[in-house]
T-cell receptor
Framework: DTAVSQTPKYLVTQMGNDKSIKCEQNLGHDTMYWYKQDSKKFLKIMFSYNNKELIINETVPNRFSPKSPDKAHLNLHINSLELGDSAVYFC??????????????FGSGTQLSVL | KNEVEQSPQNLTAQEGEFITINCSYSVGISALHWLQQHPGGGIVSLFMLSSGKKKHGRLIATINIQEKHSSLHITASHPRDSAVYICAVYPNTGNQFYFGTGTSLTVIP
């Protein structure tokens, strides 16, 4: 069973469209994250949720809206897509605070291409 | 300036060589992770360290909390070790991970 499953793996869309990326974890973790990875492989935090509550909201355009219906799911909705949104987006989960001997688990990534 | 610095940025090695990747950070931390990202994208957590040393197969990770430094060693490197290795730290007073810029390793047969 996949620990953190993220769909779709590839997303190609036109500028101006609205799209969603889904993420689910079956590890029982309290905390979930969305990261954006740029072309130089640098991972940047976008959002973090703990038990369905928003903990971190970095400087991200408000076209990006995370939704956490329960602690096992954190979906990312993007409105009015722009060319600069093209990147790989990773969902991840961990136990709260990473204080336990717990690894950080990543989804397989969603490669978003905006044309 | 990034809170987490990695060196080298790029590394090419011959199969069988001993490899070291370094990570330095500027904040007090409660945990440090080493991640591996293969071509094609998936990211896997290799180690979580808060002190000392951990070993898993040919991989060894060490951390010196006083010096704010960690190293990832690969013994008897193999072409399948070719990947980007990323260091991530969880600060004592923070609520998010900070990531290094990654080290791209290529092991040539």
């Amino acid at each position: 069973d996949t620990a953190v499953s993220q769909t779709p793996k590839y997303l190609v869309t036109q500028m101006g469209n609205d799209k969603s990326i889904k993420c689910e974890q079956n590890l029982g973790h309290d905390t979930m994250y969305w990261y954006k990875q740029d072309s130089k492989k640098f991972l940047k935090i976008m959002f973090s949720y703990n038990n369905k509550e928003l903990i971190i909201n970095e400087t991200v355009p408000n076209r990006f809206s995370p939704k956490s219906p329960d602690k096992a799911h954190l979906n990312l909705h993007i409105n009015s897509l722009e060319l600069g949104d093209s990147a790989v987006y990773f969902c991840a989960s961990s136990q709260w605070g990473a204080n336990l001997d717990e690894k950080l688990f990543f989804g397989s990534g969603t490669q978003l291409s905006v044309l | 300036k990034n809170e987490v610095e990695q060196s080298p940025q790029n590394l090419t090695a011959q199969e069988g060589e001993f490899i070291t990747i370094n990570c330095s950070y500027s904040v007090g931390i409660s945990a440090l992770h080493w991640l591996q990202q293969h071509p094609g994208g998936g990211i896997v957590s290799l180690f979580m360290l808060s002190s000392g040393k951990k070993k898993h197969g040919r991989l060894i990770a060490t951390i010196n909390i006083q010096e704010k430094h960690s190293s990832l060693h690969i013994t008897a490197s193999h072409p399948r070790d070719s990947a980007v290795y990323i260091c991530a730290v969880y600060p004592n007073t923070g609520n998010q991970f900070y990531f290094g810029t990654g080290t791209s390793l290529t092991v040539i047969p």
